[in-house]
């Protein structure tokens, strides 16, 4: 008889999706959900947009090695070192990073940079959303993910107003 | 030497007796990690890397103080070898900072290398390391104890190959310290090649420090702009907000004349590309004041005033200056385009040296020039005038390694007691000015030696120097610009029966020889060929002006009297360095085209803001002879080459740039790699060329079919242009033949500059005026006695 057979196929298929709907979703109600990250969750593993780490004075972790952009596959990284002065301190060691860019056309989120760093200057955030409608947008300045000051230093905005002028996300960068 | 045969690894080596182990397995391709041997360097043995076994003998051997011996059997790759290279490497960490991330040699250290081998990264010690601070010893050189391994490569090369022996070694032991020679700082001639040969990153570079990581540079491998003994340098560069700036200069990869060596200017003095005052605009006169304009209304206003004067008074009434730091086609260009174009031989330079009266006291055996390699390898020198210490710093360390490597014969005629006197075998002072009476004594001339008889030489030793030198083969005679016209005849004539006997004529600046090989002369074409039988000139050129122009002070004359309408003046400073009158220039039509706003600058009607030779393409020839590569580094936005600035000022004059730069039918096609196809560049000239209805990927900016027509219209240049392009120096040949002249003598002006100065270009070296500044805050140097 095929046509009962393909009926107790049909019902066979159709209870699990039955059994399904009346199972907890798992699917992110993003971007309408609740909350500052509109119902979006992830992983504390996840690799998101850089964070370029601060020490316990305030002072930049980055040192200038250059050693991420060398591993970094992609060819994203790039950076100017000077090096630091009496008057004008702005890293640990002898030399900092007076410009440090990452071109988020090109990152793959690898982590390569992240293994690289001798001072656990760069991290992965949590910043996931980059998309623009414009791509000279999508090369983050240093400015755009130096961490905030840590707060017992007294500064907890991430960017000043100069900063925001220039191009700067007015919103901190989630999850940093 | 017979050779010696041995066995390493298994493998059959043979090598000249005499030579030392390490150098054995290097020449087989058997990699021996040392720290303190350095070739050419006296043995050390402190580091124990070189560590390996040799057959019946008890302990592991230093390879680098072993000598080979018939029948040795050598082992370099044993677990017991790798254990003790593993165990000096961690005694060598044992304090060591590890701050690799930002120590400048992070990335070339050879310490960082070998740590990577054999590991031992983790320390032993519970102990903190001793720390020191960085210390600056002088504007160039840094030290930061810490990082020291104690191989004293860098006490060694200043002692032994630079004779500065300002490093020494305090202490015994384990608390050795390198130190300098004034307490807390460095008196000495700042050529950093202790930073270089430093095999970690404890000496440190003023210029180059904490600036980038040696694999974000490009390396360009060009020749060095300051004296006239080419060195090769290798610049390392990186991207800038205005174009591309130097950053680094060096020769680790020993692949020129000069091996690693480089002095002072070669190694910091790039500097002055960036100067504030660097001109990035063609400026124009206007209301009596030099204002900011475009290069088009530039090219225009000098194209159709160069034309007015040519047209109305004629070529005589033009002037043209050239320089002695452009390179070979530009200076060939220059002349050609003065001849054809402009219609006048009125064309002359800041002579330093005679080459001219050299050329035609040679025509006989024009093989007889030497290159900067036979300093290096000639059995015996003559040194008359001049001081290379000061002024040619690479010639100097030739003839001190010579003599210290090879054991070379070194005699010194001086009115100065110059400091290579230390090497000589015989040094004789002579009263200043009598330079002239001593070519004519060597010559044979007796009568002549009372001139020379004023210091503690008495009559018979001069005449017993004289036998000595006729009985010298090989000998290579070296003479400053106190030697000219017909004194260098005679001293070449004195010198004809020496067997293999050569010269070398010594000018002052990086491309001296090259503008008069070139023919920037009033008298005399490319290959000092006589104005009176231009021969294929004439042919090629479709005409040469037949009138013998004016030589400089001819020109000043001429426009002082009002005659002289034009100058065009290309990379020289008249005004500055030959203290001219500027009145000389005010009344005429004046061109210049420089780097900076200089004294001559200031006072012309349009300035040119141009390249320098670390910033374009070419050929340099050294006063030697020796032909090399210069290739563009560094850039810098709004200049433009001095051949480019050529080729179109004879554009807006309505000449045919075809004529004048025959490209695209040479050896070559230029695609834009000359110059500078990363940069724009090749946009830049694509809408010229566009305009002007020529092709656009061959274009008249290429010095390399203008490098084409030298090559084939003079002999001595017909060089392997293979090599040449491989970044190899080749020796050039005089030209044979009815070839040069004898000029007065007063028409040569010494260019008297020492380690620290630089002609003009020296001005605007930050480098070179902070040690400058710092030498005349210290009282007297002292010398310290050779060993
Ligand atoms: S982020 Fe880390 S690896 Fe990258 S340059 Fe800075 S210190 Fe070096
Ligand atoms: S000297 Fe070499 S091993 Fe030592 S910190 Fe510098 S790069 Fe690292
Ligand atoms: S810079 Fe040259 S002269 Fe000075 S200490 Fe170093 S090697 Fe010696
Ligand atoms: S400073 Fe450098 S070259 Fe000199 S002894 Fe120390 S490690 Fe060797
Ligand atoms: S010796 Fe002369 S060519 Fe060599 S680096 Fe010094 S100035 Fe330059
Ligand atoms: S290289 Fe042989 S002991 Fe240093």
């Known amino acids: ?176 | 030497m017979p050779d010696v045969n041995i066995t390493v690894d298994g493998k059959k080596v043979a090598a000249p007796a005499g030579t030392l182990l390490i150098e054995a397995c290097k020449n087989a391709g058997i990699e021996v990690p040392s720290f303190c041997y350095y070739p050419n360097l006296s043995l050390q043995g402190a580091c124990r890397m070189c560590l390996v076994k040799v057959e019946k003998m008890p302990k592991l051997q230093t390879a680098c103080t072993t000598v080979i011996s018939e029948g040795m059997i050598v082992a370099t790759n044993s677990d017991e070898i790798r254990q003790a290279r593993k165990s000096m490497i961690e005694f060598l960490l044992g304090n060591h900072p590890l701050d690799c991330p930002v120590c400048d040699a992070g990335g070339e250290c050879e310490l960082q290398d070998m740590a990577f081998s054999y590991g031992a990264a983790e320390s032993k010690y519970m102990e903190p390391k001793n720390h020191k601070e960085e210390q600056q010893w002088s504007p160039v050189v840094y030290f930061d104890r810490p990082r020291c391994i104690l191989c004293y490569r860098c006490v060694r090369v200043c002692g032994e190959g630079m004779d500065v022996w300002a490093l020494g070694v305090q202490n015994r032991g384990v608390s050795s310290i390198i130190a300098p020679n004034q307490d807390d700082h460095l008196e000495c001639e700042e050529c950093g090649m202790c930073i270089d040969i430093c095999p970690v990153g404890a000496l440190t570079s003023g210029a180059y420090r904490y600036k980038t990581r040696p694999w974000e540079m490009n390396h360009v491998g060009t020749t060095c702009t300051h004296c006239a003994d080419g060195c090769k340098t290798t610049l390392g560069v990186r991207r800038a907000d205005t174009g591309m700036e130097i950053v680094r200069g060096d020769n680790r990869d020993k692949s020129g004349i000069n091996g690693d060596f480089l002095c002072i200017k070669g190694r910091y003095a790039f500097d002055f590309a960036h100067h504030k005052e660097r001109l990035t605009q063609p400026l124009i006169r206007k209301d009596g004041r030099l204002t900011p304009s475009t290069w088009e209304e530039a090219f225009e206003v000098i194209g159709s005033r160069l034309t007015e004067v040519r047209d109305c008074d004629g070529g005589q009434a033009i002037g043209v200056l050239g320089s002695t730091r452009t390179t070979n086609e530009e200076n060939y260009l220059l002349q050609k385009f003065a001849r054809v174009v402009l219609q006048t031989n009125n064309i002359d330079h800041h002579r330093t040296a005679d080459f001219p009266a050299f050329v035609s006291a040679l025509t006989e055996r024009p093989e007889a020039a030497a290159s900067m390699r036979d300093v290096y390898n000639a059995p015996a020198i003559l040194l008359i005038g001049n001081d290379p210490t000061e002024q040619h710093p690479l010639l100097a360390w030739q003839i001190r390694n010579n003599v210290r490597l090879h054991r070379a014969r070194l005699y010194v005629i001086n009115s100065q007691p110059i400091k290579l006197r230390r090497q000589a075998t015989s040094f004789l002072q002579i009263p200043t000015g009598a330079e002239a009476q001593l070519s004519s004594f060597l010559a044979g001339q007796d009568s002549a030696i009372d001139a020379l008889l004023s210091g503690p030489t008495s009559r018979d030793e001069w005449i017993s120097l004289r036998e000595k030198l006729r009985s010298e083969p090989g000998l290579v005679i070296i003479f400053g610009s106190e030697i000219r016209g017909s004194d260098v005849v005679s001293l070449v004539k004195s010198a004809s029966g020496i067997h293999d006997v050569k010269f070398i004529c010594l000018g002052d600046y990086a491309n001296s020889r090259g503008a008069a090989d070139m023919g920037v002369y009033p008298d005399l074409l490319p290959g000092y060929q006589r104005l009176a039988d231009p021969g294929k000139f004439h042919e090629e050129w479709g005409g040469v002006p037949r009138a013998v122009g004016f030589t400089l002070p001819e020109m000043i004359e001429s426009a002082t009297a009002g005659k002289l309408k034009a100058w065009y003046v290309v990379g020289a400073n008249p005004v500055g360095r030959l203290a001219l009158d500027p009145f000389a220039f005010s009344q005429s039509f004046v061109v210049v085209q420089d780097m900076f706003l200089t004294e001559t600058a200031v006072i012309a009607d349009v300035v040119l803001p141009a390249a320098n030779a670390y910033e374009k393409s070419g050929t340099f020839t050294n006063t030697c002879g020796d032909l090399q590569l210069v290739k563009k580094a560094g850039e810098v936005t709004g200049t433009k080459s001095d051949f480019e600035i050529i080729v179109r000022i004879a554009g807006s004059m309505g000449y045919d740039v075809r004529k004048l730069v025959p490209f695209g039918r040479g050896m070559t096609a230029d695609m834009g790699q000359s110059r500078g196809a990363q940069s724009g560049e090749v946009d830049r000239h694509g809408v010229w060329l566009e305009a002007s209805g020529l092709e656009l990927k061959m274009s008249p900016f290429d010095p390399m079919a203008i490098l084409d027509e030298i090559q084939r219209l003079l002999p001595g240049y017909a060089v392997s242009r293979m090599d040449l392009l491989a970044g190899n120096a080749q020796h050039t040949a005089l030209p044979a033949g009815k070839a040069g002249a004898l000029h007065d003598p007063k028409l040569i002006v010494p260019a008297d500059n020492n380690l620290f100065s630089s002609g003009t270009l020296g001005r605007y070296s930050r480098t070179l005026n902070s040690v400058i500044e710092n030498r005349h805050k210290k009282p007297e140097e002292l010398e310290v006695a050779a060993d």
């Open chain 1, 1 to 176: 008889m095929p046509v009962l057979k393909n009926i107790a196929a049909i019902a066979k298929g159709m209870s699990i999706t039955f059994m399904e709907m009346f199972q907890p979703t798992i699917v992110e109600n993003y971007p309408d959900g609740p909350g500052p990250l509109k119902g979006a969750k992830f992983q504390a593993r996840f690799r998101g947009t850089h964070v370029l780490q601060r020490d316990e004075n305030g002072l930049e972790k980055c040192v200038a090695c250059f050693l991420c952009a060398a591993n970094c596959p992609s060819n994203c990284i790039y950076i100017e070192a000077a090096e630091n002065t009496a008057e004008q301190r702005v890293s640990g060691a002898e030399r900092y990073a007076k410009i440090y860019n990452i071109d988020y056309n090109r990152c793959i989120f690898c982590g390569y940079c992240v293994e690289a760093c001798p001072t656990d200057a760069i991290t992965h955030g949590h910043g996931f959303e980059v998309a623009t409608f414009n791509v000279s947008g999508l090369i983050y300045r240093k400015e755009q993910m130096l961490a905030p000051m840590p707060a017992h230093m007294g500064a907890n905005a991430v960017f000043n107003q100069d900063e925001i002028g220039a191009g700067a996300p007015a919103v901190a960068v989630q999850g940093s």
